[in-house]
């Protein structure tokens, strides 16, 4: 896929979590977090680019044993980048909904910021480990998982970087701007958590 329909691709994986999001802003309860599955049951149906469904997979070496590190990591983050600019477009749309979402965005991202970066980033690995383990199953014909796992991530409290992404662009402009230094630190410690859970089964149990 050519850089243009990964953009692509990768846009839409945004609109579609930060659709889901929405839904779970309106009901932030069990039925809004069994709602948010709608966004990666989208991502999995239509095989889009989202950095959390994508992290687990890319390859990390070439055939000849060389390391793959950095092209891959140069990927996700493009990714990473345009699944950001699907939620903008979402976060903004939604200052014409009658619904408030701003209050329940704002009460997750304050929960964010009262843990801190170093333990939000932590919890972040529960939400990458959940993601490739669904995103596996669906792929081997059984997306029912997606079901279980996407509700278990949010009622954890494991955050999930592009859900993060879509919350933080539609809190109030005044408190985002009041903690736009707390959020610099905090949002690279949920991508880098959530990294490291959806590579836990290659860096723990690598396959032959």
């Not at 889009?48 to 469904?53: A, E, H, R, S």
């Not at 955050?159 to 993060?164: E, G, K, M, T, V």
């Amino acid at each position: 896929m050519n850089m243009k329909n990964t953009f692509r691709s990768a846009v839409l994986s945004g609109i579609a979590v930060a659709i889901a999001g929405w839904g779970y802003l309106a009901f932030p309860n069990i039925i809004g977090a069994v709602l948010f599955s709608f966004g990666l049951l989208t991502v999995v149906n239509y095989k889009l680019k989202l950095y959390t469904g994508t992290a687990g997979f890319v390859p990390l070496r070439y055939e000849d044993g060389r390391s793959r590190w950095m092209r891959a990591i140069g990927e996700l983050l493009f990714i990473l980048f345009a699944n950001i600019i699907g939620c903008l477009l979402v976060s903004l749309l939604t200052r014409l909904s009658p619904i408030e979402l701003g209050e329940s965005a704002q009460r997750i991202l304050e929960s964010r910021l009262a843990i801190g970066p170093l333990r939000a980033g932590l919890l972040a690995i529960g939400c990458g480990f959940i993601m490739t383990t669904v995103v596996t199953f669906a792929r081997e014909g059984k997306p029912l998982t997606l079901l279980f796992g996407v509700p278990l991530f949010i009622n954890c409290g494991f955050p999930h970087c592009l859900a993060d992404a879509f919350y933080y662009l539609t809190v109030p402009t005044n408190y985002t701007l009041a903690h736009i230094g707390e959020i610099a630190a905090l949002y690279p410690c949920l991508v880098i958590g959530n990294f490291i859970g959806c590579n836990l089964y290659r860096f723990i149990a690598p396959k032959e």
